[in-house]
């Protein structure tokens, strides 16, 4: 049988370690930084962000997780995310998805589900 997106990303231990590599990405990078790097004085809030991401991902690929953040147009409200920031935000993702040898076709369907969430996000 084929193995869920889940084991592919190797499991919960797999994607807290993706979670905590894309948020410091983000942090260095200069079109994400302005949005991230507030959070390192707020080290409470980063960590109930990243646990919710963590929930979000294990959740929607397959495994055991619950996710009880908002939804993805309420978690973004307000934040008037622009498209480069969201190719910036993908770029990130797909960089560590690499870093941690995951596998091409994870790696290409990560990016198809982060596509489908992209009107969700931008713009709100
Ligand atoms: C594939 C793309 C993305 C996904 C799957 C995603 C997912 C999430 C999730 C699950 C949360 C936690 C919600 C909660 O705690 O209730 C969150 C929070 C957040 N996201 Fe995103 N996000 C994405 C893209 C972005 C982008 C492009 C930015 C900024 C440029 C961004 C900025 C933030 C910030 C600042 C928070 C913290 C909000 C807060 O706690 O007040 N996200 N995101």
């Known amino acids: 049988m084929e193995q869920t997106l ?7 231990p797999g994607i807290k370690g993706l979670v905590d590599d894309i948020i410091e990405a983000h942090m260095n990078n200069p079109t994400l930084g302005p949005r991230f790097l507030p959070y390192r004085e707020k080290p409470a809030e980063l ?36 498209a480069a920031e969201y190719m910036a935000a993908l770029d990130d993702i ?3 998805l690499a870093d941690h040898e995951i596998d091409d076709q994870t790696c290409k369907d990560v990016l198809m589900i982060s596509f489908t969430l ?7």
């Open 47 to 82: 960590d109930a962000a990243k646990a919710h991401l963590c929930d979000f991902l294990g959740a929607g690929s397959g495994g055991p997780e619950e996710y009880t953040g908002r939804d993805m147009v309420a978690a973004h409200r307000g934040m008037n995310i622009s």
């Open 94 to 96: 797909m960089t560590t």
């Open 118 to 124: 992209k009107s969700e996000i931008m713009g709100q």
């Open 6 to 12: 889940y084991s592919r990303l190797g499991g919960q």
